[in-house]
């Protein structure tokens, strides 16, 4: 295979930086700017003024300080969704890998039966069961993760199984976890890192999504996706509103997308 | 293994596929949440009504006993009644299904060609010109989340030009395809994402089309371009397009409920967000197993439509 033209690494380093600085901004933008998010300053869909950079939203409250900390249930609910699902992915699938006899293809087929299961379709459900909890929409960005996770980790990990020096190992005599812990993990981690990148790129999605349909915190916690939701009705009589947390996920989201796409061909051009 | 046997096979595991989906379905929605009666009764009902209720919606048994009431009757065809407004989820699923199958069809048959098109004319040239500057868009567009694309179009062509609706309203009983301009912009936006996904997904199977033997021996006899795209790499991504168009349907029953809620558009979609919003347990429990039965078979179709066209899918697994 051709190693990939110049552009294509210039543009995974300005997806990267975009990313790095918009993930950053959500974690730390609450502690940065103070301001309360659910007090009313000002008329609903004031134009942008000194006192409110981005105007104010459909109650009257400030889009900037909104905005400011609406990123942090998209981002972090992302990111931690994709690590249970991941670190749950490596368990079973390393497990699935290592089992003899049939128990390791039932877990796959038993896991790949979420797989259908239409990943808002389930965060509706969770949602239902817990409303108002973000645990909800973690518990489902996860659960969507988990059988990609899985197919992965095991296909990886059925190839390091089959090659001389785990066997050689298990024949010695090695306790099964050191084999795990030495053999096996060290040698999956890129396909893992892979992985966990496009598992990444799609929690951002349901995140999302998820403030969009008023699921998670409840309401007036900001998120981007529900601030789309909340301020398009004013497009009218001032864009901002809507259009930052439109911009903010747009970007993100984008950016996500073509990094994890660059790191999945890097990791798999070194393997 | 003939086909016949193929589509019974594939029926069984569906079924058995579909049977966990409804005990987790049943699970998340209807065993964790505490005192649903008292919720439904409201905060001045008398301890006799919230009893009375408990008895009718069967909540002093046990959640297995329920579950497999629930079941039960979903077996025969009756997925119960919401508790809001007090409609039979059939009839729901009836009204909505046929609104929500138009639209993704619609998107289908907008989005399916151009993918096949860019796909070929990517993979024809792996690395060339076309395929960078495709696989770029195509990986940004199918970066975007649904409603993020959903409300920039609804912003660009119902605010700023004024030549859309924004929001779907359709008269009560009325079909949307009886107005068809509401449908143009949910129908546009699930056909974006599923052309980019499908590209992206066509482009890697025609890629390993374009590096057989076959190819190269027609590239060496001078075809090229579209007449190579079409004569020689699209008859054998068939079998993988069908198996696309079953994943895209899927994804776009999901990608649905988000963009149908943008726009209002009277799908099974929206009908499922309001029911979450309401609190309305029965519904959500009927309309996502109807939604899960539908998304199972459209991966049936799939691979019984893959096995048609190419033989060898219907060996292993």
């Given at each position: 295979m051709k190693r990939p033209a110049g552009g294509t690494s210039a543009r995974g380093t300005v997806a990267g930086g975009a990313v790095g600085l918009l993930v950053a901004?959500?974690?730390?933008?609450?502690?940065?700017?103070?301001?309360?998010?659910?007090?009313?300053?000002?008329?609903?869909?004031?134009?942008?003024?000194?006192?409110?950079?981005?105007?104010?939203?459909?109650?009257?409250?400030?889009?900037?300080?909104?905005?400011?900390?609406?990123?942090?249930?998209?981002?972090?609910?992302?990111?931690?969704?994709?690590?249970?699902?991941?670190?749950?992915?490596?368990?079973?699938?390393?497990?699935?890998?290592?089992?003899?006899?049939?128990?390791g293809e039932l877990t796959v087929r038993v896991v790949d039966g979420f797989g259908v299961l239409p990943a808002v379709?389930?965060?509706?459900?969770?949602?239902?069961?817990?409303?108002?909890?973000?645990?909800?929409?973690?518990?489902?960005?996860?659960?969507?993760?988990?059988p990609f996770s899985v197919r992965v980790v095991r296909a990886a990990a059925q190839q390091i199984a089959a090659s001389g020096y785990v066997e050689v190992a298990l024949a010695r005599g090695d306790r099964r976890s050191a084999v795990i812990r030495r053999d096996v993990l060290p040698n999956i981690v890129r396909p893992v890192l892979a992985d966990a990148g496009l598992r990444f790129s799609a929690a951002v999605h349901l995140t999302a999504a998820a403030g969009f349909l008023g699921l998670g915190r409840s309401a007036p916690a900001p998120s981007w996706g529900r601030m789309v939701d909340e301020n398009a009705p004013g497009v009218a009589l001032t864009v901002w509103p809507f259009l930052a947390p439109v911009l903010a996920l747009v970007v993100l989201s984008v950016s996500v997308n073509i990094l994890t796409d660059r790191l999945a061909t890097i990791l798999a051009e070194r393997s | 293994m003939t086909l016949g046997l193929l589509v019974l096979r594939r029926l069984a595991a569906a079924g058995a596929v579909l049977a966990v989906l409804s005990a987790v379905i049943f699970l998340a929605t209807d065993v964790l949440p505490g005192d649903a009666a008292g919720v439904l009764a409201g905060a001045d009902a008398t301890t006799a009504d919230r009893a009375e209720l408990t008895r009718r919606l069967h909540l002093d048994e046990s959640p297995v006993t329920r579950y497999l009431?629930?079941?039960?009757?979903?077996?025969?065809?009756?997925?119960?009644?919401?508790?809001?407004?007090?409609?039979?989820?059939?009839?729901?699923?009836?009204?909505?299904?046929?609104?929500?199958?138009?639209?993704?069809?619609?998107?289908?048959?907008?989005?399916?060609?151009?993918?096949?098109?860019?796909?070929?004319?990517?993979?024809?040239?792996?690395g060339g010109r076309a395929d960078r500057a495709v696989s770029l868009v195509t990986l940004a567009a199918a970066g975007l989340p649904e409603f993020v694309t959903a409300a920039l179009l609804a912003w660009a062509f119902g605010a700023l030009l004024g030549v859309l609706p924004r929001v779907s309203l359709v008269d009560l009983g009325e079909r949307p395809w009886e107005s068809p301009e509401v449908m143009v912009l949910p129908a546009l936006t699930l056909a974006i994402v599923a052309t980019a996904i499908a590209t992206r997904l066509l482009r890697s199977s025609a890629a390993d089309v374009a590096a057989a033997p076959y190819v190269r021996a027609a590239r060496l006899r001078g075809?090229?371009?579209?007449?190579?795209?079409?004569?020689?790499?699209?008859?054998?991504s068939f079998a993988p397009t069908a198996q696309v168009v079953a994943v895209l349907f899927g994804g776009l029953l999901g990608g649905a409920v988000v963009v149908e809620s943008v726009f209002n558009y009277p799908g099974v979609g929206f009908e499922l967000a309001q029911a979450v919003a309401n609190r309305d347990v029965p519904m959500v429990q009927g309309l996502s197993l109807a939604l899960c039965a539908l998304a199972l078979l459209g991966l049936l179709c799939g691979d019984v439509v893959a096995a048609v066209v190419d033989p060898r899918t219907r060996r292993g697994r």
């Open positions: 901004a959500s974690l730390l933008g609450p502690a940065l700017v103070g301001g309360s998010v659910s007090a009313q300053v000002g008329l609903p869909f004031e134009a942008p003024s000194s006192a409110h950079l981005l105007g104010t939203d459909v109650v009257g409250r400030d889009v900037l300080t909104r905005l400011a900390h609406g990123g942090l249930p998209v981002v972090a609910l992302a990111l931690g969704g994709t690590l249970l699902a991941s670190l749950v992915g490596v368990a079973v699938g390393v497990a699935a890998a290592l089992s003899r006899g049939r128990a379709l389930l965060m509706l459900v969770l949602a239902t069961g817990f409303p108002g909890s973000d645990l909800a929409v973690l518990v489902a960005v996860a659960v969507v993760g988990v | 009431h629930w079941a039960g009757d979903a077996l025969h065809g009756d997925l119960g009644q919401g508790q809001v407004g007090g409609r039979a989820v059939n009839e729901v699923l009836g009204d909505t299904v046929p609104n929500s199958l138009a639209l993704t069809v619609l998107a289908l048959a907008l989005a399916l060609p151009c993918a096949v098109l860019l796909g070929l004319v990517t993979a024809a040239r792996l075809v090229h371009g579209l007449r190579l795209a079409l004569r020689h790499l699209l008859p054998a």
